[in-house]
C-alpha cells in the first residue's frame, strides 16, 4: 500500500520544503497539466528537472498532456520514477510505453472517469500501473466519485487473472474518509493532495492513510 502525496495541493512558492514535508511517502505525485488536455495549466519539464534534484522521494509524473507519445518520455529521462500518460490522448500506447521503459521509468496509464477499461485490457501486458481517475481530472479538491469503483475492481480482476504485479493507483478526492472503499476495491498505490497539503502535519496524515488502506484487505 503506497501513498503518493500530490504537490498539486503544495505551496508552488517553496516546493523543496514541500516535499520535505512528504518524505514519509512512497512517492511525491506530480500533476503536469497543458492547459489543452484539460483546463488547467501547472508545470513541465524544467520544474520536473527541478524537483528530481531536490526530492527525497520517487517522482511519480501525471501527464494531462495532449500528444503523450512526444512528451512523456523526457519526464522519464529527467529521472521520474514513475511516468503516467492518459490513454484518451495516446496515439500507439505500446510504442510509448516501451520508450517510457527504455528512458529507465515504470510506466503508468491513466483513465478519466467516463473511459472504459476493457478497451484497453491488452495493454496489461506492456504497463506496470493503471491509473483510475476518481475525479475529472484538472483541478486538486473536487469530490470523490465512488461510481469509479466498479472499474477499480474491473482492473484488479483482470489484473489477478493474469497473475502480474501490476499496480493500481486511485487519484482524485482521496481522504480518510474515501481511501478504504478505494482499497477495498482492490487499488494499492493511493494519491492525495488536499488530503495531506490541507493537514497541518502532513506526515501524520500520510501516516493515517497509510494505515486505513493497509487496515484494508481486498479480494
Ligand atoms: C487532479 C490531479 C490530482 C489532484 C488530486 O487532476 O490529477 O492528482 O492533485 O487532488 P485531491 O487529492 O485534492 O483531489
Ligand atoms: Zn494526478
Known amino acids: 500500500m503506497q501513498i503518493a502525496p500530490s504537490i498539486l495541493s503544495a505551496d508552488f512558492a517553496n516546493l523543496e520544503r514541500e516535499l520535505q514535508r512528504i518524505a514519509d511517502a512512497d512517492s511525491a505525485h506530480v500533476d503536469v497539466m497543458d492547459y489543452h488536455f484539460v483546463p488547467n495549466l501547472t508545470l513541465g519539464l524544467p520544474i520536473v528537472e527541478a524537483l528530481q534534484r531536490v526530492t527525497p522521494i520517487p517522482l511519480d509524473c501525471h501527464l494531462m498532456i495532449d500528444d503523450p507519445d512526444r512528451w512523456a518520455p523526457a519526464y522519464a529521462e529527467a529521472g521520474a520514477a514513475s511516468v503516467t500518460f492518459h490513454i484518451e490522448a495516446a496515439a500507439d500506447p505500446r510504442s510509448l510505453a516501451r520508450d517510457i521503459h527504455a528512458a529507465g521509468a515504470q510506466a503508468c496509464m491513466a483513465l478519466k472517469p467516463g473511459t472504459a477499461f476493457a478497451p484497453y485490457e491488452e495493454l496489461l501486458e506492456v504497463i506496470d500501473m493503471v491509473l483510475v481517475m476518481t475525479v475529472e481530472p484538472g483541478f486538486g ?4 466519485m465512488a461510481d469509479q469503483m466498479p472499474k477499480v475492481r474491473e482492473v484488479r480482476e483482470a489484473i489477478d487473472r493474469r ?7 486511485v487519484d482524485g478526492g482521496v481522504s480518510a474518509s474515501t481511501i478504504e472503499q478505494c482499497a477495498d476495491a482492490g487499488a494499492d498505490v493511493f494519491v492525495a493532495g488536499s488530503a495531506v497539503y490541507g493537514a497541518d502535519d502532513a506526515a ?10 493497509t487496515a484494508c484487505v481486498h479480494h
Do not use: D, M, T
Not at 163 to 169: F, K, T
Open 141 to 144: 479538491g473536487q469530490s470523490f
Open 204 to 213: 501524520a496524515a500520510i501516516g493515517e492513510l497509510r494505515r486505513l488502506a
Open 163 to 169: 497473475g502480474g504485479r501490476i499496480r493500481i493507483q
